[in-house]
């Protein structure tokens, strides 16, 4: 058990341990759509969406384990059981909301097997979180991801138009962009104790 | 997967064959690497503990793990607690000291610590830091810095008069201002991470030290949990 | 995808430079970020890694008759998933220390795009022999980029490489190199060291085609 | 028939200019820098003077020779790596050994500066990228003061400042506190007068807060600086201090503390306004300093470090370019004023 | 935007140097007739006029030599009396080449001016005025040469309540809408009527800056009691010339972007057409001169001249003594005025100065000055008259990003009245990227 509080949890997701920017976790769609601002917003909104699923998967599945003491599944149920969930909500999504799914649908299959959605369900259970310190976390880990995206994808729009020399231009600038914030969300550490 | 149309629709029995046969495949793999495994990262597990609690209480030559029963008892247990407790005993069978894991937040992550207890001394007598993700240079340095480490050569831990509480709360206070031998002594530039291994300390003694001074020396060693 | 003339070195060079995974293709950038601040650290990884690219490649291409279209990526992710828990077994049995090192990365090498990457682009188009070789040169390109990322940091980071100091003891380390943003900061030093190589590389191609 | 039969030249319209030039520009802001470091040696003697002296050369060589490498005419000229070097210096601890010093000013202006395309281009305040890293790199140098006004700043220089290169500095000057940590770790809150007239320790360039203010109101009178974003960090700041001031006065400062000590006065008037990082609309201004406000005492208060202005900074750069786009001046004839 | 409501002046802007006193008491004379005089047949915005004469002809001065060619199109008349040598083409200012009319004066030829059908304010219909106006070749003078009878038509569905009549000047060193304004007082008042007649305004307003209080003097004195006019005092900024910001100056009305005055129901005429219209419409004579500043720093004998259309700017040079070392010559003011390659090219309605620079204020101003990155000072932000965002369109011109300079950065709004390029520090050339850009982006959409 663990006794953080929900806005610890939170902030601690969120800034203080950023998932890209301190625990390189998501780097790939993080550079991925990171140059466009609107691309980065959507990307944001459908992983902090599909965190929050996979907590809430997470959760169930670990009961389950434990109950049958099957420790070793962990990591092959958790994959398969969080892509097909997120299959199925995005199925859902299409009949429901097909303004929401075409806004962030077509995101929803290249999350699931992202490191920062299965990251934060090992994290999670890890720590040993109870339900609704899950889904505190997995909001706060969602938030501090949009975030960073979205700050990431300022600047690398601002760079676009820049004179970048031909060397850095891309990942080069992207990575020393990402280095800079990194040290920027530094400032945040200790927040929220 | 989205446009079947356009691809020769494979039989869905030739689907459950291979996710099934697959999924047994892989199934059988894992159990085998479990089980072939198992012994040793048990054996791995216990000698990282048995060094760590050495380290901390270098006298101990056998411990026993133990737990609060339902009666609110002390009792000996045999499951894997997230936060283990051992009572420790020495070369000639006596009860030495107690070796307490306790974890909370630090400076970024969650710190996991395991502290000695001398019965004989009433005090902390061995410190080691388990696991933490403090920023290295700064708050890592609780692990490194000499004199950080020396306060917990003898960390006055008394009980109260009424055995229920610490008589002194243990505070982490600023480099060199130590008075009190109940005080820690902080680290400059560490002040975050210094504190917080004084409220983990204080709130796990708190907590456990009343129980182990009561029952520790009435524990039944040999019984089978 | 692999001409016929390819010969079987190619197949095994190719990911050591051409198409390095992590320097040219940018693929499994978290571990090579996140488990890159010692040099023993980014070893291990990359010596997990390369384990699961075998493995998988070698299973995947086996079974690739058997695997249907439709299904394809769940037997992937599953098979791959397979190995990264056995992996994480076995090190934990080897040492605990390097285990709590490598931490919940371990259990991440299941979402390495380039696993999966590999294995769907490659293993599953050819013989079990090629996709040997091909996960090597992949798996000893990824271990190599990130042993040139983790030395950098574990130099400057602690002084040391695998452990061994290498400078005096009045040698102040640079923290920043083993936190968060000095990854960003070697990964950024070494991607242009290779731009810089690629683009003279192009030009003295070209200086050549013209001659 | 007509006596005019030289070349005439062709330019575009306007063919007259306001005169006023980047260079300028950036000469003066050098200028305003100029008291600052004057007290700073006063204060911390020798010691400042080595740190100011080596991060300024050290930018500017760097700046140079990477314009060299780049078969680049040099940019030197411009002065902006002047001002670049001069504030990294001045947001150092004095005492800061010589080659960390170096060590940073490379790269706030390698990768701060050059490796975004130079001038114009550093989505980043480069001082404070250079800064970051020191901070990020050697935090207990970095967190390391020695005492204003010692008596042997003169005549003595600390071991640490020449400590050999690569290698662990020994202090041998008394370790002192800054305003804010004493306020954080110990609840007490220095003077005014101290922090206004620079008694206190600090970066080489943060304590007396009256001549940066002093320097800010040379650049404002000039127009070369939006006053905007100094005030509206200042009014956050100090608003949401009285607030929590009234809530409790024992655990939260008072706004004048606040506002003079550490970076907050240098970081406001000297760094926050480097044009290229910040809005450029007046309402992004406003927007952009209560962001950095916001951001300097929530890390102030909660945070685990005493201080937070360059964080704030940073992460307002990386906010500017939002900014800006949501923020464009409202296009004469568009919207609710047409028609 | 408080500040706009309350000051009679328009938000943003600059303050260049006015450089007017060189030349603003100097009272307007005539300028001798060139030994050839080329008058192009599109001198104005719209369809060129077509020629109604013949190489070899006879005309007397005042004659049309051209009519209007439908209604975006006005008619030419002889400047002066001779014959017409020829009719080819001849250079224009951007080094176009243009149908004009060579016509050599007779040595003698007289100030004479052939009359025509003349109008009567009191007894011409509005639509009749209108006529009148087109067919006296009337278009602004003020520099955009815009058919000034196309103007007094409101579109469909709209109606125009205040003629504004625009003696703002604010380019430097011209001075002939002042002068114009001093000396053809009555001539101005004469064409409000014709104007408040032919548009149907109710009122009308003068517009001056405070650097020309002697004008507003005049103004004021001579005032007939009957007319429905005011004369308002605006403090000195650049453009307020321009007309979307006369309006917001004196009216504290805004322009729709890609609107027109009559959208605010204003009309806004030029001061010395007004005084044309008020001086040629009793007559039924057509515009053969005009007034124009020939000044700066190159100008031996400064002054404001009566010149007839078609005088070549060399001759007009060569007649107001340039100095040795002339650099640079602009037709019009420094802020707008695009400079000239050839001398050789006439001067035409829409010319309302020369001015001519010497080498030293080249380089004192933009001449060769090192080319900065933007620095994002924002300094343009501030100086463009129509809010737009001079600093990030200059990046994207440079980028190439026509499509977000139109739809996100409204470039088709600019006006290029070159604010912005006066205050930046890094000498980037602004107005020119929009200049081109403009041009580009009109391109594409023809090639789509």
């Known amino acids: 058990m663990n006794d953080a509080s929900h806005w610890s949890i939170f902030l601690n997701a969120a800034l203080v341990n950023n998932f890209v920017l301190a625990y390189f976790l998501g780097i790939c769609p993080f550079f991925g759509v990171s140059s466009k601002l609107e691309t980065a917003v959507r990307m944001g909104g459908a992983v902090s969406f599909v965190m929050l699923v996979a907590s809430v998967c997470a959760f169930l599945i670990n009961l389950l384990l434990d109950a049958v003491n099957a420790p070793f599944l962990r990591i092959i149920s958790y994959i398969l059981v969080i892509s097909s969930t997120v299959q199925l909500v995005e199925m859902l999504m299409k009949k429901l909301s097909p303004t929401t799914f075409r806004a962030m649908g077509i995101y929803l299959p290249l999350i699931t097997t992202n490191c920062a959605i299965l990251g934060l369900a090992l994290f999670q259970t890890n720590r040993g979180y109870s339900f609704t310190q899950s889904v505190v976390y997995s909001l706060g880990a969602g938030i501090g991801f949009a975030l960073a995206l979205v700050l990431m994808a300022g600047v690398r729009e601002k760079l676009e138009l820049n004179e970048v020399p031909d060397l850095v231009k891309g990942t080069v600038a992207a990575l020393v962009v990402a280095g800079i914030l990194s040290m920027g969300f530094m400032g945040f550490a200790g927040l929220g104790r | 997967m989205n446009t079947p149309e356009l691809q020769p629709q494979t039989s869905a029995m030739s689907m459950y064959r291979a996710i099934v046969g697959i999924g047994a495949m892989c199934a059988l793999v894992i159990v085998v690497v479990f089980q072939s495994t198992a012994a040793r990262i048990r054996d791995n597990q216990e000698r990282f503990l048995a060094a760590a609690i050495s380290e901390v209480l270098p006298v101990t030559e056998e411990t026993i793990a133990v737990d609060v029963g339902e009666n609110g008892q002390l009792e000996k247990t045999s499951a894997s607690l997230p936060l283990p407790v051992f009572l420790a005993y020495g070369s000639n069978g006596d009860l030495v000291g107690a070796v307490l894991t306790a974890e909370g937040m630090g400076y970024q992550d969650n710190i996991r610590v395991l502290y000695a207890y001398s019965f004989e001394k009433q005090a902390i007598v061995g410190f080691k830091i388990l696991d933490s993700k403090e920023t290295p240079g700064l708050g890592d340095r609780v692990e490194i810095e000499p004199h950080f480490i020396a306060n917990f050569e003898a960390l006055d831990a008394r009980l109260n008069s009424s055995g229920d509480a610490l008589n002194n709360a243990i505070v982490t206070v600023k480099q060199g201002e130590k008075t009190d031998p109940w005080q820690i002594d902080g680290i400059t530039g560490a002040t975050i991470t210094s504190e917080a291994l004084g409220n983990i300390l204080n709130d796990s003694a708190n907590g456990w030290l009343p129980i182990l001074e009561r029952d520790a020396i009435s524990i039944d060693r040999e019984a089978t949990p | 995808m692999a001409s016929k003339e390819v010969t079987s070195t190619d197949e095994f060079v190719k990911g050591l430079w051409r198409d390095n995974p992590v320097f040219v293709q940018v693929l499994g950038m978290c571990p090579a970020l996140a488990v890159s601040n010692t040099a023993m650290n980014a070893l291990a990884m990359g010596l997990a890694t390369t384990f699961v690219l075998l493995m998988s490649g070698l299973s995947v291409s086996l079974l690739r008759g058997f695997i249907p279209r439709e299904a394809r990526i769940v037997c992937y992710i599953c098979i791959i998933a397979t190995f990264v828990t056995s992996v994480d077994y076995l090190i934990m049995a080897l040492s605990l220390e390097l285990h709590r090192a490598l931490g919940a990365f371990i259990a991440l090498i299941v979402v390495n795009c380039l696993i999966l990457g590999r294995a769907e682009a490659f293993a599953s188009k050819n013989k079990p022999g090629r996709a040997l070789l091909d996960g090597l040169g992949m798996g000893v390109g990824f271990t190599v980029a990130l042993l040139f990322i983790g030395v950098v940091r574990e130099i400057l980071g602690s002084g040391s490489i695998f452990g061994f100091a290498v400078f005096p003891d009045s040698f102040q380390t640079w923290t920043v190199m083993v936190l968060p943003s000095g990854g960003f900061f070697a990964m950024a030093l070494w991607l242009l060291i290779v731009n810089r190589i690629k683009k003279k590389e192009a030009e003295t191609e070209k200086a050549e085609a013209t001659a | ?286 927007l952009y300093g209560f962001l950095i406000g916001g951001l300097v005492v929530v890390i102030r208060f909660w945070g685990g470090m005493p201080e937070g202005v360059m964080y704030a900074i940073l992460l307002a750069n990386a906010v500017s370019p939002h900014i800006d786009s949501l923020i464009q001046p409202r296009v004469f004839g568009t919207g609710k004023g047409a028609g | 935007m408080l500040n706009l409501a309350r000051k009679d002046s328009f938000a943003n802007g600059i303050h260049p140097p006015e450089m007017k006193d060189e030349t603003s008491h100097l009272a307007i004379r005539r300028f001798p007739f060139a030994p050839l005089l080329i008058v192009p047949l599109s001198q104005h915005l719209g369809k060129p006029a077509s020629s109604v004469v013949r190489a070899g002809q006879e005309v007397s001065r005042g004659q049309v030599i051209a009519e209007a060619d439908g209604f975006m199109s006005v008619a030419m008349h002889a400047p002066a009396s001779g014959i017409v040598k020829k009719i080819a083409l001849a250079p224009g200012i951007g080094g176009n080449m243009i149908e004009s009319v060579y016509i050599e004066p007779h040595p003698a030829s007289s100030q004479e001016v052939e009359g025509g059908e003349a109008c009567d304010v009191e007894s011409a219909t509005a639509d009749e005025i209108i006529a009148a106006i087109q067919s006296a070749g009337i278009v602004g003078l003020g520099g955009a040469a815009f058919p000034t009878h196309v103007k007094l038509k409101p579109p469909e569905g709209k109606t125009l309540d205040t003629l504004i009549i625009n003696g703002v000047e604010c380019e430097p060193y011209l001075t002939t809408d002042h002068r114009v304004m001093l000396e053809q007082t009555a001539d101005i008042f004469n064409g409000i009527r014709y104007l408040l007649k032919a548009t149907g305004a109710g009122e009308s307003i003068i517009a001056i800056e405070a650097n020309k209080s002697d004008a507003a003097k005049k103004l004021q004195d001579e005032c007939p009691a009957d007319l429905p006019v005011s004369i308002r005092v605006c403090p000195v900024k650049y453009p307020q010339g321009a007309e979307k910001m006369v309006i917001q100056s004196l009216l504290h009305r805004e322009i729709p972007s890609g609107g027109l005055p009559a959208d605010v129901g204003a009309i806004c005429v030029n001061v010395a057409t007004t005084a044309e219209i008020g001086r040629l419409l009793p007559r039924g004579h057509g515009i053969q001169e005009r007034v124009i500043t020939i000044g700066g720093p190159g100008i031996k004998r400064k002054g404001n001249y009566r010149i007839p259309i078609g005088t070549t700017v060399r001759f007009a040079l060569d007649e107001a003594g340039a100095a040795k070392d002339i650099a640079r010559v602009f037709l019009g003011g420094p802020m707008m005025g695009p400079s000239v390659s050839n001398l050789d090219i006439p001067i035409t309605k829409g010319t309302s100065g020369i001015t001519a620079f010497t080498q030293a204020q080249i380089d004192e101003a933009t001449g060769h000055k090192h080319i900065y990155p933007c620095i994002h000072c924002a300094r343009c932000v501030e100086a463009c008259p129509l809010f737009l965002n001079p600093s990030q369109l200059g990046i994207l011109a440079k980028n190439e990003e026509y499509d977000r300079m139109v739809g996100e950065f409204h470039l088709m709004d600019c006006f290029e009245c070159g604010a912005c390029s006066y205050v930046c520090p890094s000498h980037i050339p602004l107005v020119q990227y929009f200049r081109l850009s403009k041009k580009m982006v009109r391109k594409l959409s023809a090639a789509k």
């Open chain 4, 1 to 286: 028939m007509s006596k005019l039969s030289q070349y005439l030249e062709i330019g575009s319209s306007p063919h007259v200019s306001s005169g006023a030039s980047v260079d300028v520009i950036m000469r003066n802001v050098f200028v305003a820098l100029l008291p600052v470091c004057a007290f700073s040696i006063y204060a911390f003697g020798i010691a400042a003077a080595l740190v100011l002296a080596t991060a300024t050369l050290t930018c500017v060589v760097t700046e140079h020779v990477i314009c060299r490498l780049n078969n680049k005419p040099t940019t030197i000229g411009d002065w902006s790596v002047a001002i670049t070097g001069l504030l990294y210096g001045l947001t150092l601890p004095p005492d800061l050994p010589l080659w960390m010093v170096a060590i940073g000013a490379i790269f706030a202006v390698a990768v701060g500066k050059a490796l975004f395309g130079g001038l114009g281009c550093n989505a980043f305040n480069p001082a404070l990228v250079g800064r970051a890293f020191l901070q990020a790199a050697f935090p207990q140098a970095m967190t390391h003061w020695s005492l204003p006004l010692a008596a042997d700043r003169f005549t003595d220089i600390p071991g640490s400042v020449l400590a050999f290169p690569f290698a662990e500095p020994a202090y041998d000057a008394v370790t002192a506190a800054t305003p804010l940590a004493r306020m954080k770790f110990e609840a007490i809150q220095a003077e005014n007068s101290e922090l206004l007239w620079g008694m206190t320790s600090g970066s080489a360039g943060e304590t007396c807060a009256a001549l940066i203010f002093i320097g800010g109101v040379y650049l404002v009178a000039r127009n070369m600086m939006n006053w905007r974003i100094p005030v509206s960090i200042m009014l956050t700041v100090a608003l949401i201090t009285w607030i929590f001031m009234q809530i409790d006065p024992t655990v939260y400062p008072r706004p004048s503390f606040m506002l003079f000590s550490g970076g907050l006065m240098l970081g406001a008037v000297f760094m926050a306004t480097d044009m290229v990082a910040s809005p450029i609309t007046n309402a992004g201004c406003w």
